[in-house]
């Protein structure tokens, strides 16, 4: 926990964009609902004034169906965020329609189509289809999640002229990108709000692993304590100083990580230079080991292995632990057959080649294949 020197009550809140709404800059992520204690976790948010609430369907569950039920004037309080997995304007409305449903709400306050790493599924028929249930008052604002290729995603949508907000993976370890920088930039200036995800930064490495690196966690924590925070407040603090962001949705699976996130939020004081350098400083030594998202891998490799998504599995599997192994499972026997079986022996020299991070990927898709075949 931070030091009692905060000098806010609630966490403070943001304007979403051009919306004119003002949201609370820590986001309540929907895959937080995963213990039974998830109504209190709503009752702790509320009293933080986390009032910006995301909904993951494979997830949430009956959560905010229950809370809403339970507390109908809560419902025009908060803020809920919502996707749909298509840009099929049949499908969205299928999957707005039972996401409503589900959820005990008659509108979204934030619908994005998830994920989107090429803006040019964003066609005229998705904005009429948008147009259309935006009138309906069954969504107020529209936009996307972007887990891939991201500044492209967010530059382009910056010139669409009907993108409202956009949820993009974005961490300390991405600060150091211009065009990531310089696209938040432009999606500001043209009114887009933007939620921050993946706002921990992990890795593809196991933790035993980075533990044996000349600075780990432990001895940052250490470091930070001094300071009165810890590794994980100071991330979301350095995600904070970047005044393009409207929220950070966060993981917050228990009440002692809601209240420590909500301290560090409360603290608006800027992170000090020894903190800025520590984070650095971690960043580069295992920046080899973080996959930036941008996608370049995947189009040299003559094999059609899908370095990309496997890395994203190793990161799920290898940060987030036995949760969701199944998930990850369902996800490696998508992959075709024959192309998982050439994982192995494929050729990577022309992708580690072209990596921005230099990250070793002939070790780690055997890594990935030996894992994740099991
Ligand atoms: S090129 Fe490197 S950083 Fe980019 S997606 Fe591939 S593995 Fe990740």
Request: charged fraction near 20%.
């Given at each position: 926990m931070m030091k009692n020197s905060s000098i806010n009550y609630?966490?403070?809140?943001?304007?979403?964009?051009?919306?004119?709404v003002k949201i609370s800059k820590l986001c309540l992520g929907?895959?937080?609902?995963?213990?039974?204690?998830?109504?209190?976790?709503?009752?702790?948010?509320?009293?933080?004034?986390?009032?910006?609430?995301?909904?993951?369907?494979?997830?949430?569950?009956?959560?905010?169906?229950?809370?809403?039920?339970?507390?109908?004037?809560?419902?025009d309080n908060v803020f809920l965020t919502g996707k749909v997995y298509s840009a099929d304007p049949i499908v969205m409305q299928e999957q707005l329609d039972k996401a409503l449903k589900e959820?005990?709400?008659?509108?979204?306050?934030?619908?994005?189509?998830?994920?989107?790493?090429?803006?040019?599924?964003?066609?005229?028929?998705?904005?009429?289809?948008?147009e259309k249930v935006k009138k309906e008052k069954k969504i107020r604002f529209f936009g996307f999640c972007t887990?891939?290729?991201?500044?492209?995603?967010?530059?382009?949508?910056?010139?669409?002229?009907?993108?409202?907000?956009?949820?993009?993976?974005?961490?300390?370890?991405?600060?150091?990108i211009k065009s990531m920088e310089d696209a938040l930039q432009k999606c500001h200036e043209k009114g887009i709000g933007i939620f921050a995800v993946k706002s921990m930064g992990l890795t593809v490495q196991k933790k035993d692993k980075l533990h044996r690196f000349p600075l780990n966690e432990e001895k940052l924590n250490t470091k930070f304590a001094?300071?009165?925070?810890?590794?994980?407040?100071?991330?979301?603090?350095?995600?904070?100083?970047?005044?393009?962001?409207?929220?950070?949705?966060?993981?917050?699976?228990?009440?002692?990580?809601?209240?420590?996130n909500a301290s560090a939020a409360m603290d608006e004081h800027p992170l000090?230079?020894?903190?800025?350098?520590?984070?650095?400083e971690y960043s580069d030594s295992t920046g080899h080991y973080f996959c930036r998202r941008c996608?370049?891998?995947?189009?040299?490799?003559?094999?059609?292995?899908?370095?990309?998504?496997?890395?994203e599995m190793l990161m799920y599997s290898r940060g987030y632990g036995a949760k969701v192994k199944e998930l990850i499972a369902k996800r490696f026997k998508q992959i075709p057959i024959d192309i998982r079986?050439?994982?192995?022996?494929?050729?990577?020299?022309?992708?580690?080649?072209?990596?921005?991070?230099?990250?070793p990927i002939v070790q780690l898709m055997r890594e990935a294949y030996k894992e994740f075949s099991k």
């Open positions: 609630f966490v403070p809140k943001r304007t979403f964009g051009n919306t004119g929907g895959g937080s609902f995963t213990g039974t204690a998830s109504q209190a976790l709503l009752d702790e948010a509320l009293k933080y004034g986390i009032d910006c609430w995301e909904i993951v369907s494979f997830i949430s569950g009956n959560v905010y169906y229950e809370y809403f039920n339970k507390h109908p004037e809560i419902r959820n005990g709400t008659t509108f979204l306050d934030f619908l994005a189509i998830h994920p989107v790493d090429n803006i040019m599924v964003l066609t005229n028929d998705v904005r009429k289809w948008v887990h891939k290729n991201m500044d492209n995603c967010l530059s382009g949508a910056a010139e669409l002229g009907w993108i409202d907000g956009i949820q993009t993976v974005y961490n300390y370890r991405l600060q150091s001094v300071h009165g925070m810890s590794f994980e407040q100071a991330k979301l603090k350095a995600i904070w100083q970047n005044p393009n962001l409207t929220s950070t949705c966060s993981l917050m699976p228990d009440i002692m990580i809601l209240q420590a000090n230079v020894e903190i800025q350098e520590l984070l650095t996608g370049i891998c995947d189009t040299a490799n003559t094999d059609k292995i899908p370095i990309f998504n496997l890395m079986e050439k994982i192995t022996d494929s050729d990577y020299s022309g992708a580690e080649k072209i990596c921005p991070q230099k990250m």
